[in-house]
């Protein structure tokens, strides 16, 4: 792509205040600026109001917008099912999709009693369209249907799309620039004081080819722009603010459009706007730079600045470059200050467009996900409106180098900002939207003295789609002005409210610190950090750059020894410390480490090789792990929380500090004593972490740190008969080999082992490819691929597999890869020279086996071990011959079914993560149901789990569970026992496991207590979270466990046996005919109840049971009455097994409800919400 030379870089200086400053000072002072504002708020009133009537009388023709979301606001389901329809119906290429997503929207929805306005045809047409499709369209989704079926489901289909084509016409002026300017051309018949700033609709590029395409788009538009122009003297517009104008969107021209991009953008952004701006200067039309996100402002006031100076140089005469300005930012008070002092020190004159803002949603869920101080953003809406008030009248002040333009469609606000333009003789302009506000300004307009200019998008129905949802989303809550325009339930005088008489307490929202408090947890949330606040990142890089890596000891074997012999002599005092001093200690630990997040990130960066950003998350983590373990044990008190002894904590390379630090704490505030053995990759990290427990108040001799490898120093310990437990993070392989040792020592030792996973993706074809992509970068590329939940497998349906290939080629040309200490960096390098060799080995296979479809390209030749990101195409899964840790990708095409897919990828034997990629609600749900997969994602990246919100961990070759930060991890490193609680109600039960827990109270009557204690335990639970996602932990039944009896268990079979068959198993009961007897006469009253196929009875004596542990259908087992030595030849043989490690429970493990998690699978189900658009629920409950 051709460009102007780069200009000069305008240096990063924090320009503006603090973006996170307590919001309540800030409205205080906004609000102080505004008195003479409120003292004449009754004039506005008097001035809006009879606009209000007369719109009200005048309203609006049924398929207009406001009468839509009228009708079905995005409070009722009506209204969500039109929304997600328009966000992705006209993009499915493939009418058996279409048919499905129609019918699951339209299938949640009650269109017919939802109409209850004065548009009564507008009800009935949808009454008539959703009986139809309740008649015709398939029940599950893509389903059979005869021929008139599939011929009645196509016909509503049609429909459908057709509805939202019109819909979405509303709101486009034309298809392409010289159809929109034929429309503004009529338009201006009517109403002659009309001008048009031309939006060409487009999200932000993700490739080049993207970028190039926006590119053209708006060299086209200014070149049909200026040509309106040729007649008038000079060929150019008289003045801009007379003139028809274009707003650009930078992140459209630039792929990577970010702070930490910084000299990318003004290498190649920069020039290409720099284009656009001569165009626009020559033919003296009005161009203005679009907002953009918070993360953005200050880099976007740094490129406008730099175009200004240009200006300055090349056009001083001009007075059409123009910047939107966003009042729900905390800052943009400020933003009017700074462009006016630019322009004075420039000796220029800029436009300047106030408008509310379009990303209060997604801003809200970024500060709450990364932790951040306060909200960017104002909480409450009325705050915004005062900010915009405060911003107009700062505007008119500076009217001698800003010509103010008000974007506002609210009666009230439009009068305010009259009556203050007049009082302050400034010109100015208002602003509305195309296919919005029209009744309002058909009343405004009527003063002939009131200029006003429509945003008109253009563009083709493909490009509208994320435009439509967002004018959906702010004007479908309830709390919009154009909401409560059409509802005449609210009175005109609370619809014209003075903003400056609701200020409230703020924020609306839970601080980001407080998430969890907000949702009942008592845990704080843990701090974290903007990357693009250069006040923020200036300590992170400073420590970054003065970290140097020290040595740390390696153990020898007798330092094992003694260390061992140290942790069981110091296992009596800590293990009888009660809990809440033992979760005291861990909350000091917390927050020393969160206070230390600059030392830490600079540790991790120098030898983990992480990136800046992936250092943060990784403290975050940890801190997250101390205080929600903490808690966890605290609840469950000191009666629960009774150590095993010495435990064996043997972490990874790949996060260092969280895992570790995980590991290690869930170990000791369960009473237990710890031994760590840290990956010899990155010691001096888990030194660190040690320090600051010992600092906090964990006892010398209640933890010690071996650094050394795993074969010496880790088989030791694992092989050291005082070992009461192992918890191990790493490959399959090994996990292997620990269990078979310490089957083989005998006892009932533990291991929870959290391993590897081919971890797949599924996309079908009525997923948005900009997601989709966003999410498969992250996933699989983030961190060089070196996590255990990286993604592996992209399988997408072949009607959309092109765009999403090629977009993903695309995507991987924009990484940066390199110096993980340069912020600049997307992929860093590779772990050590070991790992780069075998994945280099495997990559070279794939040359020769799969089709290439990109690879990146290395940036920095100076770094070692630097592995390009590359993707591969493959025919079949079975050419995922392993898991390849590091960043490579696999793509898969299906077709058919999705069903089939998940079956495919379960067929895989590993179970960690998995993502879904659809609109489909139903789709989505059974998919999950279907996939024996720890951690599945709905319509989001696959990696990053949230402690205490996506707990994290796989079933089959991926792990034994129970997950690390969940509710259910503790109680694998007590000590089982019998422990009072609280029975469930049986009408508190879902009706199939109350059912259940019925019928196995009545044959069961002696277990009926223990049942009713763990059922709860199998509910599933909602956590909280960032707002935009639904996050919960759902528990199925293994599959097939057999219980092993001996003729000596007398009655101790029933406790497993109940826990077993409670979480849904079928149970083959094992065992001599003499110790079968009564549970064949259980089996008999089971049938009775017809739950006989619950369990089974198979008479074989005790030697031949080590077969019944080699059956391949076996997803659990359960010994009874069953002595040591025995019982250690049943754990080498389990553990000898091929596939998945597998629970062999103990019967007095039994005693305990909670041990019912032994016998099912955990599956944490995160759906982000937000995906069609924006946070519907969020939005709807604005205040």
């Not at 990784?618 to 008190?637: C, K, M, P, W």
């Not at 025919?875 to 990708?889: C, N, Q, S, Y």
Request: charged residues 20%.
């Amino acid at each position: 792509m051709s460009a102007l030379p780069a200009l000069p870089v305008v240096p990063e200086i924090q320009r503006l205040p603090d973006p996170y400053r307590d919001e309540n000072a800030l409205v205080a002072a906004l609000v102080a600026e505004l008195s003479a504002v409120r003292a004449d708020w009754s004039q506005v009133i008097a001035q809006a109001g009879p606009w209000v009537e007369q719109v009200r009388q005048n309203p609006a023709p049924f398929w207009a917008m406001e009468s839509l979301l009228r009708e079905y606001p995005i409070t009722r389901p009506e209204g969500l099912a039109l929304m997600r329809l328009a966000e992705a119906l006209l993009r499915v290429p493939d009418a058996e999709t279409a048919i499905a997503l129609t019918a699951d929207q339209l299938g949640r929805a009650d269109f017919d009693s939802a109409g209850d306005g004065p548009h009564k045809m507008l009800s009935s047409l949808s009454a008539a369209a959703i009986s139809l499709s309740k008649k015709f369209l398939p029940e599950e989704d893509g389903g059979g249907g005869g021929l008139l079926g599939r011929m009645g489901s196509k016909t509503v289909v049609a429909a459908t799309v057709r509805a939202i084509q019109l819909l979405g016409r509303q709101f486009v002026l034309g298809r392409n620039i010289d159809e929109a300017q034929g429309e503004a051309a009529s338009a201006r018949k009517n109403i002659p004081q009309l001008t048009f700033s031309y939006d060409m609709l487009g999200e932000g590029a993700r490739t080049e080819h993207d970028a190039e395409r926006y590119l053209a788009s708006y060299r086209n538009a200014i070149a049909r722009i200026a040509a309106r122009f040729q007649h008038l003297p000079g060929g150019r517009a008289a003045s801009p603010m007379q003139a028809d104008g274009i707003s650009i969107k930078l992140s459209a021209l630039f792929t990577r459009y970010e702070v930490l991009q910084r000299e990318r953008v003004f290498a190649t952004l920069v020039p290409r706007v720099q284009g656009l701006v001569d165009a626009a200067a020559a033919a003296n039309m009005n161009l203005t730079i679009d907002a953009e996100e918070v993360d953005r402002l200050e880099l976007s006031l740094d490129v406008f600045e730099a175009l200004a100076q240009h200006i300055a140089a090349k056009h001083p005469q001009w007075q059409g470059f123009g910047l939107a300005v966003q009042a729900y930012q905390g800052r943009a008070r400020a933003v009017v200050d700074e462009v006016a002092a630019l322009a004075r020190r420039l000796n220029l004159r800029f436009m300047v467009r106030l408008v509310k803002g379009a990303y209060w949603d997604g801003e809200i869920k970024r500060a709450q996900e990364l932790g951040l101080a306060a909200y960017p953003v104002f909480t409450h809406k009325a705050h915004t409106d005062v900010s915009y008030l405060a911003c107009a009248q700062a505007l008119l002040a500076h009217k001698d180098v800003i010509y103010p333009q008000f974007a506002s469609h609210n009666a009230g606000t439009i009068a305010a900002i009259l009556r203050m333009a007049r009082a302050a003789g400034a010109a100015f302009e208002m602003q509305r939207l195309h296919g919005m506000g029209e009744g309002i300004y058909r009343e405004v307009l009527k003063q002939p003295d009131v200029p006003c200019r429509v945003y008109a998008p253009v563009g083709e129905h493909r490009d509208l789609l994320a435009y439509l949802v967002r004018r959906l989303l702010e004007n479908g809550a309830n709390s919009s002005f154009v909401h409560q325009l059409a509802d005449p339930q609210v009175a005109v005088p609370e619809l014209l409210g003075c903003p400056l008489e609701d200020v409230r307490p703020a924020p609306t929202q839970p601080l980001p610190s407080q998430l969890y408090r907000a949702a009942g947890d008592q845990r704080l949330n843990s701090t974290g950090a903007d990357l693009a606040d250069p006040a923020q990142r200036a300590p992170l890089a400073a420590a970054v750059a003065a970290t140097q890596v020290q040595a740390v000891p390696l153990a020898s074997p007798t330092d094992v020894q003694d260390a061992v012999v140290r942790l069981q002599g110091g296992f009596k005092a800590w293990s009888e410390t009660p809990v809440a001093q033992r979760a005291a200690v861990l909350r000091r630990a917390a927050d020393a480490m969160d206070a230390q997040l600059a030392p830490l990130c600079g540790l991790l960066v120098k030898e983990a090789h992480k990136t800046l950003a992936d250092c943060v998350a990784e403290v975050r983590e940890a801190v997250d792990f101390l205080r929600y373990y903490a808690d966890e044990a605290e609840s469950a008190g000191d009666a629960a929380m009774q150590g095993r002894g010495v435990f064996v904590c043997i972490s990874p390379w790949n996060f260092p500090l969280a895992i570790f630090a995980g590991q290690v704490v869930a170990a000791l505030v369960a009473g237990n004593t710890v031994a760590a053995k840290p990956a010899e990759q990155t010691p001096a990290v888990a030194a660190a972490c040690v320090r600051l427990l010992h600092e906090a108040g964990v006892p010398e001799d209640a933890l010690v740190l071996l650094n050394g490898a795993g074969e010496t120093v880790g088989a030791a310990l694992v092989a050291h008969p005082a070992t009461a437990g192992v918890c191990f993070t790493g490959s399959t392989q090994v996990a292997k080999i620990i269990h078979k040792t310490l089957a083989q020592s005998g006892g009932d030792r533990v291991l929870i082992a959290e391993t590897g996973g081919l971890n797949a993706m599924v996309v079908d074809s009525t997923a948005l490819p900009e997601q989709v992509v966003d999410a498969v970068v992250q996933s699989a590329f983030r961190s060089a691929g070196q996590r255990c939940s990286a993604l592996r497998l992209l399988c997408v349906h072949e009607a959309v597999a092109d765009g999403v290939i090629e977009m993903i080629k695309g995507a991987l040309a924009e990484l940066r890869v390199g110096d993980p200490a340069n912020l600049a960096t997307d992929v860093g390098p590779l772990i050590d020279a070991e790992a780069f060799t075998g994945i280099s080995a495997q990559v070279a296979r794939l040359h020769r086996e799969a089709q290439l479809i990109a690879e990146g390209r290395v940036q920095d030749g100076q770094v070692p071990n630097l592995l390009p990101p590359i993707a591969f195409e493959v025919r079949d899964m079975a050419e995922l011959k392993t898991e390849i840790f590091g960043p490579v990708l696999h793509v898969l095409r299906w077709k058919g079914e999705p069903d089939a897919v998940i079956e495919r990828i379960n067929a895989l034997g590993y179970g960690l993560t998995l993502g879904i990629q659809t609109r489909i609600d139903t789709r989505a749900e059974r998919l999950a149901d279907l996939a024996a997969i720890g951690n599945v994602y709905v319509n989001r990246n696959i990696i990053g789990a949230v402690v205490g919100v996506q707990p994290f961990g796989g079933e089959g070759l991926s792990g034994t569970g129970p997950k690390a930060g969940g509710p259910n991890y503790l109680w694998r490193f007590v000590r089982p026992q019998a422990l009072p609680g609280r029975p469930a109600a049986a009408s508190a039960l879902p009706e199939a496991l109350a059912t259940r827990l019925r019928i196995l109270q009545s044959v069961l009557p002696d277990q009926a207590t223990l049942m009713a204690q763990a059922a709860p335990r199998l509910l599933t639970q909602a956590l909280p979270g960032p707002t935009g996602e639904r996050n919960e932990l759902r528990l199925h039944p293994r599959g097939h466990v057999v219980g092993l009896v001996s003729a000596e268990a007398g009655a101790g079979w029933r406790a497993p046996l109940a826990l077993a068959l409670l979480a849904g198993n079928r149970v083959t009961l094992v065992g001599a005919p003499a110790a079968l007897k009564p549970c064949c006469e259980l089996r008999s009253q089971l049938q009775s109840q017809g739950a006989g196929e619950w369990l089974a009875c198979q008479d074989h004596e005790p030697g031949q049971w080590t077969e019944w542990l080699s059956h391949a259908a076996l997803d659990a087992a359960f010994v009874a009455g069953v002595g040591a030595a025995h019982q250690a030849a049943l754990r080498s043989a389990l553990a000898a097994r091929a596939g998945a490690i597998l629970p062999l429970v103990v019967e007095s493990d039994a005693l305990q409800a909670q041990q019912v998690i032994r016998f099912a699978a955990e599956q944490t189900l995160t759906v982000n919400t937000a995906a069609a658009g924006g946070n519907a629920a969020l939005l709807a409950g604005l205040q």
